[in-house]
């Protein structure tokens, strides 16, 4: 068994798979892990340098796949993408597509990490620093937790929406920072980053609380649904996130019926003189409003 680390880096990933495959080293003879599980696993067996005489071509969009699918945290999180390409460099395309069973693996775990780079776009929130805070320092910071390695390119999708602001995105892996011309990636989050995006207060917060409170609809409340689109491991770092359990248990206790009627009652209303129809003849009908009752 020959055990690799490849440091969750695709580039070093792929100089040891091309290595690999050129010795035609089988996928079964390969495990990817932690530098403590490689030592486990090392290999006795003398290890040729340079490359091998086996030679192949792969399509673009095979690479592009694997980079993809590389950013998945998981079980056999390199492996998998070497079987696939094995498979490939061997003749059988299937292995990239989803009819296949390793196929339809490597397309779930590209899927999974697309989604998690919409949850980043719509779920980030900017708090804007002290204008006093200094050049140095980030005019916008944002706290993230995400479940893949998406940050360092679906932080791009903010560099053209921004402007030429300084914002910073840190997370408890890894972080971003632009500087108003460039994007700057560290592959582990800087302390100072962490504690600066974890403790900064936003002076709008209330505000936006108050926001939320009165667009959320209880009527409209389906929460197998609202979890599909805003799960739940992402309400802690959202400002109303704190809101959302009691809404939800005010809605499963009734106010769904009379939760918006409630608000309405207390506002002053007016009477309005609608004509019916009776007998063939217009009446006028007074119709009240709530507060006229």
């Not at 993809?68 to 070497?82: E, F, V």
């Not at 408890?172 to 800087?190: A, S």
């Not at 009691?246 to 019926?257: C, D, F, T, V, Y």
Request: proline share 7%; with cysteine; hydrophobic share 40%.
């Amino acid at each position: 068994m020959i055990s690799l680390e490849c440091d969750n880096l695709f580039g070093t990933w792929r100089d040891q798979a091309r290595w690999l495959l050129s010795h035609q080293v089988d996928p079964s003879q390969v495990s990817w892990g932690e530098v403590q599980a490689a030592d486990l696993f090392a290999t006795d067996e003398l290890i040729p340098e340079g490359l091998g005489p086996f030679q192949t071509r792969v399509p673009k969009a095979l690479l592009d796949l694997l980079e993809s699918a590389a950013c998945y945290h998981g079980d056999q999180r390199w492996s998998l993408l070497y079987e696939v390409l094995w498979r490939v460099s061997h003749g059988d395309r299937t292995a990239m597509l989803a009819g296949d069973k390793l196929g339809s693996e490597l397309q779930r775990r590209i899927k999974q990490v697309s989604r998690e780079a919409h949850h980043l776009h719509a779920f980030v929130r900017f708090i804007a620093l002290p204008a006093q805070a200094g050049p140095e320092l980030p005019e916008y910071v944002a706290w993230h937790e995400p479940a893949h390695d998406i940050l360092k390119s679906a932080s791009q999708h903010f560099v053209g929406r921004m402007g030429r602001h300084r914002w910073m995105i840190a997370t408890p892996l890894d972080g971003v920072y632009y500087d108003g011309e460039q994007l700057i990636h560290q592959r582990e989050c800087p302390e100072a980053w962490r504690q600066l995006a974890q403790n900064v207060e936003d002076p709008h917060s209330e505000m936006w609380l108050t926001y939320y409170s009165h667009i959320f609809n209880p009527a409209r409340l389906n929460p197998k649904v609202m979890e599909g689109h805003l799960p739940s491991r992402f309400w802690k770092n959202l400002p109303e996130g704190k809101l959302i359990p009691g809404l939800i248990s005010e809605a499963r206790m009734g106010k769904q019926k009379d939760g918006q009627a409630k608000l309405i009652g207390t506002k002053p209303g007016k009477r309005i003189v609608n004509p019916i129809n009776v007998g063939g003849s217009l009446l006028p009908m007074a119709v009240y409003q709530p507060s006229d009752v």
